[in-house]
Nanobody, 119 residues
Framework: QVQLVESVGGLVQAGGSLRLSCTAS????????IAWFRQAPGKEREFVAA????????DYLHSVKGRFTLSRDNAKNTVYLQMNSLKPEDTAIYYC????????????WGPGTQVTVSS
């Protein structure tokens, strides 16, 4: 069983920045692809960004490319989502997700953290 804990989000003005972190309770952290998803009120959960187990490969939702940056520190079992130039449409609950890189095993979700961007 892997537990994922997201950092506290917050309220930020449009154009501002926020960094989220996701820390995993597993010694096998580097065996997982880590992703962030988000869910806005009344909308379905959507993919935001993902980073490979090595950190060498990343993927982003088109609307956050150039504004969000994902990185990981496997020694600290932590992934960081740096969010810059935030927009009101980025307001959502952000969830950390772990998927085994081997494609074998369970997926895990964090409880989510609220990010609110005011206009």
């Amino acid at each position: 069983q892997v537990q994922l804990v997201e950092s506290v989000g917050g309220l930020v003005q449009a154009g501002g920045s926020l960094r989220l972190s996701c820390t995993a309770s597993t010694q096998f952290f580097k065996s997982y692809t880590i992703a962030w998803f988000r869910q806005a009120p009344g909308k379905e959960r959507e993919f935001v960004a993902a980073i490979s187990w090595s950190g060498e490969s990343t993927d982003y939702l088109h609307s956050v490319k150039g504004r969000f940056t994902l990185s990981r520190d496997n020694a600290k079992n932590t992934v960081y989502l740096q969010m810059n130039s935030l927009k009101p449409e980025d307001t959502a609950i952000y969830y950390c997700h772990a998927h085994p890189a081997s494609e074998s095993g369970d997926d895990y979700w964090g409880p989510g953290t609220q990010v609110t961007v005011s206009s």
